[in-house]
Structures are given as structure tokens and as C-alpha cells.
């Protein structure tokens, strides 16, 4: 939280702030918790004239005499039967506290306001600011006052919803299947998803929505939040049969695990709160924020070869450098070896914790490695799990108190391993002092930091009380002293697969990866829904072999690399087995991302809303709206012979685009026993024409994409 803010008399205020076409209007009554009068589309200069007279509402049988909105942080003691937002106690006192407002100030599109409840000795700071990208970033601060402990249980943000926000989208998932969309009514009830998993999650909502009815990525207005923590979270919507709603979020707190010693404070995670006319629009206000960071990653995405389905843990020199050779042919432009280098590593049973390189099966040392692929030309990485250990490893011999239990029992053992306890000062020197240490001798560019396992029974090694608030912390501070030490260091965040995804793990790593499965199929699911709060320079996109690892299905090449290039483009395909044909049409894929990064990966994402659910359309306009890539991808068969008109939404209305099919390895299979004409010499349509009619599109196969490229036609 910033520092202390002049005080100001918190008499009847209205602070309204605004920022992106989004407005909100915060009330501070008297000495009452800021109350949110109105957040959606910006009102205006003025626009909030008026609001407190029309706000309140009647007074119906059985409620309160003097009813009150809910606050920001919501209170049981003004007559909020929904979730408090201050959930603890003092040995069973101070369990409602009443906070009295003492200070509001606005500083730089933000408004900070200090509050207390003497009675219960607890003092409260809460910043509530709206980005420049139109994002609400709220925090808030709970302090004992008191001189006797206070046990939290819970705190959470949230912000009201107008009641036609009836519909509820989020999303769930599993390994090898994040991000998969679920959507349901939101009636008079509460809709809360809880993570315990002590890492975001596979399963993780990521963005928690709630819109008008029938809502989609072009239409409907919509209202969303994020927690941005990596550890345990809810996220929820609650509607009361007085019809107010809220949608909010915060961290997810273990019994006991804050304590507050006289003095001591907690200080929630950032909640983010997005508003957009559709989905498109509320997800270009992350990728909007996401951008603005000073730390953003702005140059040319390089183009990875990651070794992991090329050849697991067989790792042999020879082989490695033949695959390096055919990456670099191919335009690959950082090799990163994947799990299996390190002592004892044979398989995913053992050997995590002993970081050092393995003198059986590399007695050199990886430098022979390294130098061959420096030589190509190409960056080198590796791949680390520095929060785990293995059952079967030296360090956890050496030191079997040093991992995270409740107590007199080890957790559950997943992947043969358990979970290192970052809070202890001697588990982080010694992981700092190897990575840092493997990051000098191998000056390395890369590295692909993994996080294989849910956290069960995380209590502190030395006290067993639970320690998944102050693990997440310890985590966030060996990736920032890593860092610090090693600031041009690109670090992924890859936790089996896509389960640490949030917007607290990148604000220490450069992208993620979206899922171990790099089926096109699943894909294509996967990332569309990954974009709502990452742009697509920020997940790892890969293109694969044929026969897919995980599912077993085939692809063409063709839809793979239709499927990869929308994002940070990589390879994980064993190239020594590829065809030369195979080789060379990977290269034209490759040539082709680099051709389109740079405006690619700074431009908006815009996303159609077919009436077929087995036809996804996407897309990234350039900054300036000269350009822009479309994929039209067909998932499945459809129900009629040719799908038709397929609109392209997002141009500029203005512009006319010559558009023309993309097809680094020709153009994907149809049925069409004539092709589409227009694609044989492409076509000339205004922005408008393509966001309002369309074009014509063949009838592709199932599982294949075609590719767009539109750009502004001088003539």
C-alpha cells in the first residue's frame, strides 16, 4: 500500500473516476465504507450528478428501516446478508466489525481511504484505482490495533452488478485440458469457486464473468474479475433476494494461517474488476494493462525449441546436436533442454532437488551442448522444478525436515515428490545459489520454471501450521532475487502444464505455458480461452508432431501450424524423424511468425461469434489497423454442406483490405469440388463489409484452419 495520504473529512464524497471508456463512482456517506454507485461505461464529465439522490432504494417489509448498499469491502453490521468482506475473530469477539471512515484522498486515478473500527481493533486501508487501460486494481490492508491476537479468516473485494447481469461464465480444466468454458444462469444465489490447490490451478476460473443474457465476445455487456495470487483464491458472484449482486474475490485463507499479532497486518492480493461490450472488450483491457508494464517483454518473441516430446529423458549428445542442427534449419532461435538433465534424472521419479548437471550421462558438463547451439546461432535454456524435491534425491536424504507438512506426517506423494518449504532462509539460499549458479556457468537466456504438483498438507516444516499464504510469498521472492541478479533472464512459468496462470506469477516470468497438450484440437480451446486475460505474446504456443503426445490424434501440419502462430511460437517436435517435406514446411510456418510478430503480438484481439459451435473465428488487428491475421478454424462437421459467410470483426469500418489466404504449407483440405473462388486471387472488402457480411469460406475438414491476412489496400 502507498504511504500515508493527507487526511481529508470524509463528509457526503463522490469520487468518480474514469478512464477507457469506463467510469466509476464510488460514494464515501458520511464516515461509511466507499459504496460503488455506478462501474460500467464511462458517464461523462458530470455524469455522476444525480446518482446519490436516485440510489437508494425502498423500504420493503422485514428489511432494514434505513437501508444501506453494499460496500466495496462488505459489512455483516450494515445488514449485508451475502459473504462479509472481513471474515475473523478475536477468541470469538470483534467477528463484525463496523468500519469508521477517517480519510479519503485521490491520488493519480486512485482513491485511498483509511477506516478503523476501534471497538474491534482493527484499522483498514483500501485503494480502489482505476488504469489507464479502464481496469479497476483494488487492495486493501487490515491492521490489529488491538493488543491481543485477531485470527482472519477471510478477506475479499467486491464490486455490485446491475441485474441484467443474469449469466455466469468461467472456466474449469484439468491437465492436459485448462481452460475449457462453462457457462449458467445467475439467479438469486451465490456462484463461488474456490482454489485450495496452493498454485492457481488447472481448474482455475481466471476470469470470473457475469453479463446480460446471451453475452458473447462481440455483444452483451459484461462484467468480470481476477485475483492475481498464485496460491489459494475464490473468486464468486452473489445475488440476495433484495436483488443486490456483487462479483469479487480475494485469497482463499487456510483455518489459522493469519494470525495477526498486535501490530501486524495482511495485505490482500490485487483484485482486478474488467468491464467490456462484450468479452472482446473486457479482455482487451488485461492485455491493454499487461502491455503498459515497464517490464513487459516488447522485443521480438524468439522462436523455441524445446526438446521434452522430441526426446523425454533420453538425453545423448549426439542426438541433441542433430536436433539443434534441424531446429536452427528450421528458424528456431532458442533451444531450451527440457527435464532429464540433472543427477539421478532418469525418469519423473527421482532426482528433483539435486541441481547439478548429471557426470553420467553429460561427464563434460552441458558445455558441449551449449557451445554446438551458441554456435548455430541460437540462445540455450533449460528446464527447472525448484520448488519440489523428489522422495529419491540426495537433497531430501540430506535434509528430510525441509518440506511442507502438517505435522507428524508427510503429505501424499504426487510425481514421486513433495513440495521444498520456501519460507525457510536455508531452503531459499540453497535454491537461489544453484539456479543462480547454472545461470552464470551457462549463461543462460531461458529458463521454463515448472510447478508439478498441487500443495496437500502445506504446513510450515518446522511448526506444522498452514503455510500455502507465506509459500506463495517465498515463491514471488526467489523469482524476484533471481531476478535481480539476472535481469535479462526470460523465465516461463510452467506448472503442469497450464496450472499457474494469473497475473501475480507475471509480474516474475515473460510468458506461460498454456498446457502440456499441444493437440491443434484442444488447442485451440485452450489458448482462445488462455487470450481473455493474456495477450497472445504471452502463451506459449508450440507446434508439435503429427501424432499428438497426449491424445493420439493426427494432424496436418497445416492446422498445427494454423493453430501455434497466434501466439509465442515454439517447437517440441522430434525433427531428426520429420520429413525433409515435413522440415521445410515447418520452416515456411516459422518464417511466416517472423514475418507478423512484431505488429502481431502489439495488436488487438478480436474474436466472432459463429451461430455453428464447431467453427471458431479469431484474430489480431494491428495497432494502427493496417493489418490483420484471421484463423477460421473448423472443429468438427458441420450440419450443412458449406458453412457460408463468415464475418471478420474488429476493422477499421473505413479501411479496405485486400484479403488473401495465408499458406505457408497450402491451403488446408476441403470437400469443395470447386474452390471458393476469391481465394485463388483474394478479395477487396471495406472493414465494414467484412465485420457486417463477410466472406465466403470453403467447407475445410474437420480439425483444419484457414489462415487470413488482410491488409489496407492503397489503390
Known sequence: MSADPPAVEPADRLVHLRAAGVGLVLHCAG????????????????????????AAPAVVPNSLDVPTAVAVVPEHATGWAGLPGVRGHRDGAAWSPLFTVTAVTEIDGACL??????????????????????????????????ESPYTLDGLVLALPIPGHATEILDLTGRWGRERTPQRRPFGVDAHVRDSRRGRTGSDATLVLAAGEAGFGFR???????????????????????TGEAVIGGGELLLAGEIRLAPGESYTTPDVFAAYGDGLDELSARFHDHLRARPHHPTGPRRVVLNTWEAVYFDHDLDRLKALADAGAEAGAELFVLDDGWFRGRRDDTAGLGDWHVDEDVWPAGLHPLVDHVRGLGLEFGLWVEPEMVSADSDLLRAHPDWILSAGGRRPPLIRGQHVLDLTRDDVHAHLLERLDALVREYRLAFLKWDHNRDLIDAGDSRTGTPAVHAQTHAAYRLFDDLRRKHPGL??????????????????????VWASDCIDALDRQGIQRWT???????????????????????RHDLTFRGATAVFGHLGIEWDLIAATP???AGLARWVAFYKEVRGWLHTGRVVRADPADPAILVHGVVSADGAQALFSVARLASGTTTAPGRVTLPGLPPDTRFTVRPVAPDGLPPSTALVQVPWLAGGACLSGRALGEVGVQIPPLHPEQALVLHLKEDFG
Open 31 to 54: 464516515h461509511r465504507l466507499p459504496q460503488v454507485l455506478h462501474w460500467g461505461a464511462d458517464l461523462g464529465a458530470g455524469g455522476e450528478r444525480g446518482l446519490v439522490d436516485t
Open 531 to 553: 487470450g481473455l486475460l493474456l495477450p497472445p505474446e504471452l502463451i506459449g504456443t508450440h507446434i508439435g508432431a503429427e501424432r499428438s503426445h497426449t491424445t493420439g490424434r
Open 219 to 241: 455483444r452483451g455487456r459484461v462484467w468480470g474479475v481476477h485475483v492475481a495470487w498464485s496460491g489459494n483464491h475464490r473468486t464468486y458472484a452473489e445475488r440476495l433476494p
Open 581 to 583: 517435406a515435413e522440415r
Open 113 to 146: 481511504v483509511r477506516a478503523a473500527d476501534a471497538e474491534a481493533g482493527l484499522a483498514l486501508d483500501l485503494e480502489i484505482a482505476l488504469t489507464p487501460a479502464g481496469l479497476v486494481r483494488m487492495k486493501a490492508e487490515l491492521r490489529n490495533t488491538a
Open 490 to 511: 526470460e523465465i516461463e512459468s510452467c506448472s503442469s502444464g497450464g496450472a499457474r496462470v494469473d497475473l501475480g506469477i507475471l509480474e516474475r516470468t515473460d510468458r
